[in-house]
């Protein structure tokens, strides 16, 4: 679809596989007033891997995995953050640069992992196992942080887990990704029932189905899949990882076995890779949508608020992972 706009045209061109003509008219005139908006506002975006192409390509300033997004969450100068994401990844931003006005285009946007667990779960656990550290998956609520020890993400979980130097911890709330970093250290892991509801899904035989359809493939696997899924996997690794794994290897053919958009996003970056594409849907991401960035710049809506007690309290945790950083390949 041909525009006035030379940028747009250069964009269409790296989203026109998943936006057909008829859907890109109604589009780019939101992305053109997102532009806008973001130099009035004096705003960025930040979109998580999972967020579909016209918003991954078209508005984000910066895209990433969760821990991408929070290293530059809290490095941001810009006076308001627009979250592309779920809930707790904007919680985070604030978190992390309470100065900023951070907004979630849809407090809907939640997550089946900070959906499982609260701040009195954690307390319990905690009177259960008596001095046994907690390490919190990023994907939790503020209050939730505000209870544990450290956070951490599927990118630096081993990292987290191995620098706190104790034989046990808690790992919480995921009991996929925790197994899968059992798996890895010789710390004892004890964890909770949380699950991932587009990661769980996945089964060994999907993967072994793919393997038999597609002679070649490579299957990468993120780590909120259960351990025997990985077990089928080449590599497994956060959203970030995957893509590392793809710049480092140029596999000819690939199977991402995670949420949908990530193939979407990867397919115009890696053109000589085929991807094969046994995706679900994760329904918080997709709540996000350019009528809802454009409504949220527009309003200055919804900002996320959390009290500065607590706040206090979760921003150590996320803080000390941050001293962390990343683990080498993930
Ligand atoms: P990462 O992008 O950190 O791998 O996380 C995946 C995910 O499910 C985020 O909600
Ligand atoms: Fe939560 Fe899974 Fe959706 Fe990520 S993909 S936001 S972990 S439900």
Excluded at 82 to 98: D, I, Q, S
Excluded at 176 to 205: K, W
Excluded at 281 to 307: F, G, H, N, Q, W
Aim: charged share 25%; glycine share 4%; with cysteine.
């Amino acid at each position: 679809m041909l525009s006035t706009h030379p940028q747009l045209d250069e964009l269409y061109d790296r989203v026109k596989a998943h936006v057909p003509p008829v859907e890109w008219a109604v589009m780019s005139p939101l992305i053109e007033k997102i532009w806008r908006l973001k130099t009035e506002r004096k705003a960025v975006i930040l979109a998580h891997n999972y967020q579909t192409p016209e918003i991954y390509y078209g508005v984000a300033d910066f895209t990433g995995d969760s821990l991408a997004l929070a290293q530059q969450a809290a490095q941001s100068q810009a006076e308001v953050i627009v979250m592309a994401g779920v809930h707790f990844m904007a919680e985070t931003t604030k978190l992390l640069n309470p100065k900023a006005t951070v907004l979630i285009p849809d407090a809907r946007a939640g997550c089946s992992l900070a959906e499982s667990i609260t701040g009195a779960d954690v307390r319990r656990l905690r009177q259960q196992y008596p001095g046994v550290p907690v390490v919190t998956y990023v994907n939790t609520s503020a209050e939730v942080k505000a209870e544990s020890d450290i956070c951490c993400t599927s990118g630096n979980a081993l990292k987290v887990v191995e620098s706190l130097g104790v034989d046990r911890v808690l790992f919480i709330p995921d009991q996929y990704l925790a197994a899968n970093v059992a798996r890895e250290t010789r710390v004892e892991i004890l964890t909770y029932a949380g699950s991932c509801m587009v990661h769980e899904q996945f089964t060994p035989q999907d993967l072994r189905e793919i393997r038999s359809l597609h002679p070649g493939v490579k299957l990468v696997a993120h780590p909120e899949c259960p351990p025997e899924v990985v077990d089928e996997a080449d590599m497994s690794g956060s959203t970030a990882g995957m893509v590392e794994y793809l710049k480092r290897e140029r596999p000819a053919k690939v199977a991402l076995i995670t949420e949908c958009s990530m193939s979407d996003n990867l397919m115009s970056q890696f053109p000589e890779t085929e991807f094969v594409r046994p995706c679900n849907m994760c329904p918080y991401m997709k709540r996000i949508t350019l009528e809802k960035i454009a409504r949220s710049l527009e309003t200055l809506t919804v900002p996320v608020e959390i009290d500065p007690a607590l706040a206090q309290r979760a921003r150590r945790s996320v803080e000390r992972m941050l001293q962390v950083g990343r683990q080498k390949g993930k």
